[in-house]
Antibody, heavy 120, light 110 residues
Framework: QLQLQESGPGLVRPSETLSLTCTVSGGSISTSNYYWGWIRQPPGKGLEWIGTFYYNGNTYYNPSLKSRITISVDTSKNQFSLKLNSVTAADTAVYYC????????????WGQGTLVTVSS | QSVLTQPPSASGTPGQRVSISCSGS????????VNWYQQLPGTAPKLLIYSNNQRPSGVPDRFSGSKSGTSASLAISGLQSEDEADYYCAAWDDSLNGVVFGGGTKLTVL
């Protein structure tokens, strides 16, 4: 059974960099036919797509966040990561990692999510 | 302001059929398939419908999806109390080159 688990600091200072890692078990990130991505949800609000990548290097980012985000992958550890720099209180959210489909948008497996609070 | 438009709330009584709409444009729903997610309180979203009208394994056939032009709908028949949740539509947007979500619809079972 495929499982995803987010990890990283729960508190980040304003203007600093948010860093999260998603560890995948029960399946390989390098498997073809699947994209992998990040989604976030501010408290009490809706879902926002952050970005997604394919194991061969294709990466898509939310245009509104593109200048601040980097998604990278470590296939040796079966992990992928999110870095979001210059954070503000507006970046406070539950961050989810997920396995997407053969084309982005069909997010079939989700991690449980991790709350990241931006505050001094 | 979400790219895809959903009603903020919907409600129904047990056993009823309810429908949730999702309105988009030619660059998203008009050209690409729609996926629906169910988010129960305090949990991660779950894929409910993919490719407009397909149900993943384990999703009851009470849930169905449809698409016409630049709009899509999720229908729930035989409403049950455990269906009380937030529902989101999503699609790929060719103009934004990314996934767009609806703002979500909170379904209340009266």
């Amino acid at each position: 059974q495929l499982q995803l688990q987010e990890s990283g600091p729960g508190l980040v200072r304003p203007s600093e960099t948010l860093s999260l890692t998603c560890t995948v078990s029960g399946g390989s990130i390098s498997t073809s036919n699947y994209y992998w991505g990040w989604i976030r949800q501010p408290p009490g609000k809706g879902l926002e797509w952050i970005g997604t990548f394919y194991y061969n290097g294709n990466t898509y980012y939310n245009p509104s966040l593109k200048s601040r985000i980097t998604i990278s992958v470590d296939t040796s550890k079966n992990q992928f990561s999110l870095k979001l720099n210059s954070v503000t209180a507006a970046d406070t959210a539950v961050y989810y990692c997920a396995r997407d489909g053969a084309f982005p948008g069909r997010l079939g497996y989700w991690g449980q999510g991790t709350l990241v609070t931006v505050s001094s | 302001q979400s790219v895809l438009t959903q009603p903020p709330s919907a409600s129904g009584t047990p056993g009823q059929r309810v429908s949730i709409s999702c309105s988009g444009s030619s660059s998203n729903i008009g050209k690409n398939t729609v996926n629906w997610y169910q988010q129960l309180p305090g949990t991660a979203p779950k894929l409910l419908i993919y490719s407009n009208n397909q149900r993943p394994s384990g999703v009851p056939d009470r849930f169905s999806g449809s698409k016409s032009g630049t709009s899509a709908s999720l229908a729930i028949s035989g409403l049950q109390s455990e269906d009380e949740a937030d529902y989101y539509c999503a699609a790929w947007d060719d103009s934004l080159n990314g996934v767009v979500f609806g703002g979500g619809t909170k379904l209340t079972v009266l």
